[in-house]
């Protein structure tokens, strides 16, 4: 398994954005595929946006498609989400997760992070 560490997380304006990075430990890092989840309180966990191994595939959840980005830089074993047009709907806990093959699903992840507050005012 890999051990994972978000940061980035805060408190941000209706309409701002967030970078969020994920660092990963463990020389595997370039076989996993990599996602974003959030869940807010009383809320179950749902993906946000899943990135392949390589970064040629990518999925986005319909309610932040235009507005976030997932990317993943291999030599760093980092994996970040762009967080743009933030709205206070985004507030959630996000949590970052690893999986071995590309799936979207929270069953098919296998390491998670410990989370990062994400909170937009409006």
């Known amino acids: 398994q890999v051990q994972l560490v978000e940061s980035g997380g805060g408190l941000v304006q209706a309409g701002g954005s967030l970078r969020l990075s994920c660092a990963a430990s463990?020389?595997?890092?370039?076989?996993?595929?990599m996602g974003w989840f959030r869940q807010a309180p009383g809320k179950r966990r749902d993906v946000v946006a899943a990135?392949?191994?390589?970064?040629?595939?990518?999925y986005y959840a319909d309610s932040v498609k235009g507005r976030f980005t997932i990317s993943r830089d291999n030599a760093k074993n980092t994996v970040y989400l762009q967080m743009n047009s933030l709205k206070p709907e985004d507030t959630a806990v996000y949590y970052c997760?690893?999986?071995?093959?590309?799936?979207?699903?929270?069953?098919?992840?296998?390491?998670w992070g410990q989370g990062t507050q994400v909170t937009v005012s409006s």
């Open positions: 463990g020389r595997t890092f370039s076989s996993y595929a």
């Open positions: 990135i392949s191994w390589s970064g040629g595939s990518t």
């Open positions: 997760a690893a999986g071995e093959g590309y799936g979207t699903t929270l069953s098919h992840f296998s390491s």
